[in-house]
């Protein structure tokens, strides 16, 4: 009987690259333009969760803030996917020149 096997969630994702990740991003906002944008999560509170014991990576949800805005919430995930009951974080930012919080509505991909 063959085993099947699937990635240990600390292994998941690639580095794509700087010209194909641009072309990924640029192909959603294409067809999704009323969700042209990006989030600013900081280091010190993604070091905060995957610090956590047994923590493995990270699951990113979309939500609304408070005021009805995008946002989103991560959380720290245990060898098997399940969040882990521990940090559950918010209050990232958008990037200056993303069309929230701001008046620039254009969106770069300038990295």
């Known amino acids: 009987m063959e085993t099947l096997t699937k990635t240990p969630i600390a292994q998941i994702g690639e580095d794509v690259g700087l ?3 641009t072309k990924l991003v640029k192909d959603y906002f294409d ?3 009323e969700q042209a944008h990006g989030h600013i999560i900081g280091r010190r ?3 905060k969760i995957l610090a956590q014991p047994g923590c493995q990576g990270l699951t990113i949800y979309p939500a609304l803030n408070e005021d009805g805005k995008r946002t989103l919430v991560y959380a720290g ?3 098997e ?3 882990i009951k521990g940090i559950v974080a918010d209050m990232g930012t958008f990037p200056p020149g993303s069309g929230e919080g701001d008046d ?3 969106t770069s991909l300038d990295w």
């Open 19 to 21: 010209e194909y990740g």
């Open 31 to 33: 067809a999704y333009p």
């Open 45 to 47: 509170i993604i070091d």
């Open 77 to 79: 995930i245990d060898i």
């Open 81 to 83: 996917g399940r969040p």
């Open 104 to 106: 620039d509505s254009t």
